[in-house]
Protein backbone atom coordinates (compact mmCIF):
# COMPACT_ATOMS: atom_id res chain seq x y z
CA UNK A 1 0.00 0.00 0.00
CA UNK A 2 1.30 3.73 -1.26
CA UNK A 3 1.64 6.21 1.65
CA UNK A 4 1.70 9.42 0.37
CA UNK A 5 1.17 13.33 0.97
CA UNK A 6 0.09 15.68 -1.08
CA UNK A 7 0.70 19.96 0.25
CA UNK A 8 1.37 22.99 -1.52
CA UNK A 9 4.95 24.67 -0.88
CA UNK A 10 3.19 28.27 -2.29
CA UNK A 11 5.08 27.52 -5.77
CA UNK A 12 4.46 24.86 -7.00
CA UNK A 13 2.61 21.24 -5.21
CA UNK A 14 4.92 18.96 -3.85
CA UNK A 15 3.58 15.50 -3.97
CA UNK A 16 5.64 12.73 -1.90
CA UNK A 17 5.22 9.16 -1.68
CA UNK A 18 6.59 5.80 -0.44
CA UNK A 19 6.79 3.65 -3.31
CA UNK A 20 4.93 0.62 -3.74
CA UNK A 21 6.45 -2.83 -4.36
CA UNK A 22 5.73 -6.16 -5.64
CA UNK A 23 7.04 -9.41 -4.68
CA UNK A 24 8.52 -11.10 -1.59
CA UNK A 25 9.12 -8.90 1.30
CA UNK A 26 12.03 -10.96 1.67
CA UNK A 27 13.53 -9.48 -1.71
CA UNK A 28 14.10 -5.95 -0.15
CA UNK A 29 17.35 -4.33 1.33
CA UNK A 30 17.51 -3.90 4.85
CA UNK A 31 17.19 -0.34 6.71
CA UNK A 32 20.77 0.96 6.01
CA UNK A 33 22.48 4.49 4.97
CA UNK A 34 25.65 5.54 3.78
CA UNK A 35 24.96 3.54 0.88
CA UNK A 36 25.14 4.44 -2.79
CA UNK A 37 22.32 4.30 -5.26
CA UNK A 38 23.00 3.88 -9.59
CA UNK A 39 20.68 3.89 -12.36
CA UNK A 40 21.06 1.65 -15.67
CA UNK A 41 18.10 0.51 -18.13
CA UNK A 42 15.12 1.96 -15.98
CA UNK A 43 16.72 0.00 -12.94
CA UNK A 44 17.94 0.94 -9.83
CA UNK A 45 21.05 -0.94 -8.59
CA UNK A 46 21.85 -0.23 -4.70
CA UNK A 47 25.38 -1.22 -3.24
CA UNK A 48 26.46 -1.33 0.36
CA UNK A 49 25.91 0.69 3.23
CA UNK A 50 25.10 -0.40 6.41
CA UNK A 51 23.80 0.84 10.14
CA UNK A 52 25.53 1.17 13.32
CA UNK A 53 27.86 -2.34 13.90
CA UNK A 54 27.30 -3.73 10.44
CA UNK A 55 28.10 -3.03 7.36
CA UNK A 56 26.98 -4.63 3.81
CA UNK A 57 28.26 -5.96 0.67
CA UNK A 58 25.14 -6.56 -1.27
CA UNK A 59 23.82 -5.64 -5.04
CA UNK A 60 20.29 -5.14 -4.95
CA UNK A 61 18.13 -3.84 -7.78
CA UNK A 62 14.92 -2.29 -8.42
CA UNK A 63 12.89 -2.69 -11.53
CA UNK A 64 11.02 0.81 -11.80
CA UNK A 65 8.77 -1.65 -14.97
CA UNK A 66 7.74 -3.87 -12.05
CA UNK A 67 8.19 -2.46 -8.77
CA UNK A 68 10.43 -5.77 -7.64
CA UNK A 69 13.49 -5.51 -5.35
CA UNK A 70 16.17 -8.48 -6.74
CA UNK A 71 18.84 -9.58 -4.74
CA UNK A 72 21.82 -10.30 -7.20
CA UNK A 73 24.90 -12.33 -6.77
CA UNK A 74 28.18 -11.36 -6.19
CA UNK A 75 30.32 -14.16 -8.01
CA UNK A 76 33.07 -15.90 -7.24
CA UNK A 77 35.71 -12.69 -6.00
CA UNK A 78 32.67 -10.50 -3.70
CA UNK A 79 33.86 -7.45 -2.59
CA UNK A 80 35.09 -6.36 1.08
CA UNK A 81 31.34 -4.48 3.10
CA UNK A 82 31.58 -0.89 2.83
CA UNK A 83 29.71 1.81 3.20
CA UNK A 84 30.27 5.79 2.86
CA UNK A 85 31.74 4.72 -0.79
CA UNK A 86 30.98 6.12 -4.18
CA UNK A 87 29.54 4.45 -6.72
CA UNK A 88 29.09 5.44 -10.83
CA UNK A 89 27.95 3.04 -14.23
CA UNK A 90 30.42 3.12 -17.13
CA UNK A 91 29.39 1.20 -19.88
CA UNK A 92 27.28 -1.23 -18.33
CA UNK A 93 29.34 -1.84 -15.35
CA UNK A 94 29.29 -0.31 -12.04
CA UNK A 95 32.68 1.34 -10.49
CA UNK A 96 32.79 1.21 -6.36
CA UNK A 97 35.78 3.27 -5.38
CA UNK A 98 36.89 3.66 -1.35
CA UNK A 99 34.59 3.66 1.53
CA UNK A 100 34.80 2.16 5.41
CA UNK A 101 33.76 -0.90 6.90
CA UNK A 102 33.81 -1.18 10.64
CA UNK A 103 37.59 -1.80 10.80
CA UNK A 104 39.38 -0.51 8.43
CA UNK A 105 38.87 1.91 5.29
CA UNK A 106 39.36 1.33 1.38
CA UNK A 107 41.09 3.11 -1.79
CA UNK A 108 40.47 0.12 -3.95
CA UNK A 109 38.07 0.33 -7.01
CA UNK A 110 36.07 -2.87 -8.01
CA UNK A 111 34.15 -3.24 -11.01
CA UNK A 112 30.51 -5.15 -10.85
CA UNK A 113 29.31 -6.31 -14.00
CA UNK A 114 25.50 -5.91 -14.47
CA UNK A 115 24.86 -8.81 -16.64
CA UNK A 116 26.73 -10.88 -15.56
CA UNK A 117 26.93 -9.94 -11.94
CA UNK A 118 30.55 -10.79 -11.31
CA UNK A 119 32.98 -8.48 -9.10
CA UNK A 120 36.59 -8.49 -10.27
CA UNK A 121 38.99 -5.80 -8.88
CA UNK A 122 40.53 -3.11 -11.08
CA UNK A 123 44.14 -2.26 -9.63
CA UNK A 124 46.41 0.23 -11.33
CA UNK A 125 50.09 1.50 -10.61
CA UNK A 126 48.36 4.78 -10.88
CA UNK A 127 45.84 4.35 -8.46
CA UNK A 128 45.72 6.76 -5.39
CA UNK A 129 47.15 6.07 -1.95
CA UNK A 130 44.85 7.62 0.10
CA UNK A 131 42.08 5.76 1.75
CA UNK A 132 39.13 8.10 1.62
CA UNK A 133 35.49 7.83 2.79
CA UNK A 134 32.73 10.75 1.75
CA UNK A 135 34.07 11.82 -1.62
CA UNK A 136 31.82 12.05 -4.53
CA UNK A 137 32.39 10.62 -7.91
CA UNK A 138 30.94 11.31 -11.29
CA UNK A 139 31.12 10.19 -15.23
CA UNK A 140 31.86 13.07 -17.61
CA UNK A 141 33.05 11.08 -21.24
CA UNK A 142 33.40 7.58 -19.93
CA UNK A 143 35.55 8.67 -17.28
CA UNK A 144 35.60 8.33 -13.47
CA UNK A 145 36.40 11.60 -11.52
CA UNK A 146 36.26 10.90 -7.68
CA UNK A 147 36.17 14.09 -5.91
CA UNK A 148 38.04 14.92 -2.04
CA UNK A 149 36.48 13.02 0.73
CA UNK A 150 38.07 12.46 3.83
CA UNK A 151 40.74 10.17 5.19
CA UNK A 152 42.60 11.16 8.38
CA UNK A 153 41.83 14.72 7.68
CA UNK A 154 39.57 16.15 4.62
CA UNK A 155 41.29 15.91 1.13
CA UNK A 156 41.75 18.41 -1.13
CA UNK A 157 42.44 17.07 -4.09
CA UNK A 158 40.44 15.06 -7.34
CA UNK A 159 41.50 12.26 -9.22
CA UNK A 160 39.93 11.20 -12.77
CA UNK A 161 39.81 7.08 -14.33
CA UNK A 162 39.87 6.01 -17.73
CA UNK A 163 38.39 2.86 -17.63
CA UNK A 164 39.52 2.08 -21.10
CA UNK A 165 43.30 2.93 -20.53
CA UNK A 166 43.30 1.60 -16.89
CA UNK A 167 44.94 4.96 -16.08
CA UNK A 168 44.20 7.36 -12.66
CA UNK A 169 45.62 10.75 -13.07
CA UNK A 170 45.62 13.65 -10.66
CA UNK A 171 44.28 16.77 -12.00
CA UNK A 172 44.60 18.88 -8.95
CA UNK A 173 45.39 18.90 -5.41
CA UNK A 174 45.03 22.97 -3.91
CA UNK A 175 45.26 24.24 -0.60
CA UNK A 176 44.18 27.23 -1.52
CA UNK A 177 41.88 28.56 -4.12
CA UNK A 178 42.64 28.45 -7.53
CA UNK A 179 40.08 28.06 -10.79
CA UNK A 180 37.31 28.39 -8.83
CA UNK A 181 38.14 25.66 -6.07
CA UNK A 182 36.76 25.23 -2.78
CA UNK A 183 39.99 26.42 -0.24
CA UNK A 184 39.52 23.78 2.04
CA UNK A 185 38.27 20.04 1.48
CA UNK A 186 35.16 19.20 1.39
CA UNK A 187 33.47 15.86 2.87
CA UNK A 188 29.95 14.52 2.89
CA UNK A 189 28.92 16.77 -0.11
CA UNK A 190 27.46 16.26 -3.09
CA UNK A 191 28.00 16.53 -7.04
CA UNK A 192 26.47 15.99 -10.48
CA UNK A 193 27.23 16.84 -13.82
CA UNK A 194 25.31 19.26 -16.44
CA UNK A 195 26.89 20.30 -19.74
CA UNK A 196 30.25 20.25 -19.32
CA UNK A 197 30.69 21.04 -15.49
CA UNK A 198 30.24 19.55 -12.23
CA UNK A 199 28.53 21.32 -9.46
CA UNK A 200 29.67 20.35 -5.56
CA UNK A 201 26.88 21.72 -3.08
CA UNK A 202 27.75 21.62 0.92
CA UNK A 203 29.66 19.15 2.79
CA UNK A 204 31.93 19.43 6.42
CA UNK A 205 34.74 21.49 5.95
CA UNK A 206 36.22 20.04 9.12
CA UNK A 207 35.72 16.33 10.50
CA UNK A 208 36.90 17.66 14.04
CA UNK A 209 34.93 19.13 16.70
CA UNK A 210 33.56 21.66 16.28
CA UNK A 211 32.10 20.61 12.67
CA UNK A 212 32.21 23.37 10.62
CA UNK A 213 29.62 22.98 7.25
CA UNK A 214 29.11 25.13 4.11
CA UNK A 215 26.11 25.60 2.02
CA UNK A 216 27.91 27.17 -0.28
CA UNK A 217 28.03 25.90 -4.83
CA UNK A 218 31.29 24.89 -6.52
CA UNK A 219 31.17 24.81 -10.58
CA UNK A 220 34.53 22.96 -12.09
CA UNK A 221 34.65 23.25 -15.93
CA UNK A 222 35.81 20.11 -17.40
CA UNK A 223 36.98 22.10 -20.51
Same mark, same amino acid.
Given at each position: MQ?????????HPVNWGVYPYNGSASHNPPEMCCHTLVEYQNKLYLFGGGIVGKTYCMVSMFDLATKRWSKL?? $?SNPIHPRLSHSSVVIDGKMYVY +????LFRSFSDLWRYDLKTHEWEQVESPTAPLVKRRSHS???YEGRMYVLMGSAKSNLRDMWV????????TELFNHTSL?? $???ALGLAGHSALVRDDNMYV?? +???????PMRHTNKVHRYNFT
Open positions: TSISFSSGLGS $G +GGISAVVYDPRTNVWEY $GFPFG +GVIDCTP
